[in-house]
């Protein structure tokens, strides 16, 4: 199956992808993504898998949308996957309003 979705690369991740911030892989689903990602490009499932599911405080969003499936999520042709880490002492981007956010900022 030739690649046909892009990984978009977190800063800390792109180590294993000698610096690439996108990758293209396979997969019809996160699990295969991910396989493909580490037959690549090794490390990646170290990174991201623990047992059978995603590593706690990571998020992967398919196409804008966060997958609460994990590596079961289907992963449709030409998808963008996007490999979000948690972000320490802040809130979510989704509970803070624009105007709320530019209120806070000087």
Do not use: C
């Given at each position: 199956?030739p690649?046909?979705v892009?990984?978009f690369?977190?800063?800390?991740m792109?180590?294993?992808t000698?610096?690439?911030r996108?990758?293209r892989?396979?997969g019809?689903?996160?699990?295969?993504?991910v396989?493909d990602?580490?037959?690549?490009?090794p490390g990646?499932?170290e990174s991201?898998?623990?047992?059978d599911?995603l590593?706690?405080?990571?998020?992967v969003?398919?196409?804008s949308?966060?997958?609460?499936?994990?590596?079961?999520?289907?992963?449709?042709?030409n998808?963008?996957v996007?490999?979000l880490?948690a972000?320490?002492?802040g809130?979510?981007?989704?509970?803070?309003?624009?105007?709320?956010?530019?209120a806070?900022?000087?």
């Amino acid at each position: 199956m030739p690649p046909d979705v892009t990984v978009f690369i977190p800063i800390g991740m792109r180590p294993l992808t000698d610096g690439q911030r996108t990758v293209r892989v396979s997969g019809r689903t996160l699990a295969e993504v991910v396989d493909d990602l580490e037959a690549n490009y090794p490390g990646f499932q170290e990174s991201l898998v623990e047992g059978d599911r995603l590593k706690r405080g990571l998020t992967v969003a398919v196409n804008s949308v966060e997958q609460p499936l994990g590596l079961l999520a289907k992963v449709p042709p030409n998808a963008e996957v996007h490999i979000l880490p948690a972000m320490a002492g802040g809130q979510r981007w989704s509970a803070v309003t624009p105007s709320r956010y530019h209120a806070e900022v000087p």
